[in-house]
């Protein structure tokens, strides 16, 4: 005797055969894992770029409570300066106003130099404080949140796209094959 093919395994205009069932099946894994795989990918990334972005928010924290407070030099070679200046007008003698000239030259190039180094570790400070501080590490926080959810929120779409193909499989058994187990 021949064997007969069974009813599953005979094609026909209202039917498809288990070997065609499973290369549907298999194509949408096929098609998704891919997919599935680069959302997963995101959130990972996404997760973390949060966990960086706290622990640089940490290390901020931890900078700012251990800065120290500094007083600016500055400030008192200014007045040093003027008082020199003061100092130079009440010198009575030619010998004393060159000393006190060459005196004031020196801390005045002193000064003019500080205030120039000044400046430019004043500008530094800022740019630091703009992309490190606590504040700017606040936001990056944030933002890595916000990507996080966004990534998370991504992938569900990316599951509920397969699910719906998975669900097109489902309708496909219900309509074409009714009899496959």
Not at 54 to 80: H, K, N
Not at 135 to 145: F, G, H, I, P, S
Not at 167 to 181: F, N, S, T, Y
């Amino acid at each position: 005797m021949t064997d007969r093919p069974t009813t599953s395994e005979v094609g026909g205009p209202d039917r498809i055969t288990r070997a065609e069932w499973d290369r549907l099946a298999q194509s949408v894994t096929d098609r998704f894992a891919p997919h599935l795989q680069a959302a997963a990918a995101a959130v990972r990334e996404a997760e973390q770029a949060l966990l960086d972005a706290q622990d640089a928010l940490t290390r901020a924290q931890e900078a700012a409570a251990a800065r120290r407070y500094a007083s600016d030099r500055l400030v008192f070679m200014r007045v040093a300066v003027r008082e020199e200046v003061d100092a130079l007008a009440r010198k009575t003698t030619p010998k004393k106003v060159r000393t006190s000239f060459r005196y004031l030259l020196a801390r005045a190039a002193e000064l003019a130099e500080g205030e120039l180094a000044g400046f430019r570790a004043d500008l530094d400070a800022a740019r630091r404080d703009r992309e490190q501080g606590v504040d700017a590490c606040r936001v990056a926080e944030q933002v890595a949140r916000s990507d996080l959810d966004a990534a998370r929120a991504m992938q569900q779409r990316v599951r509920e796209a397969e699910q719906a193909a998975r669900a097109g499989l489902a309708v496909i058994e219900q309509k074409v094959q009714p009899g496959v187990d």
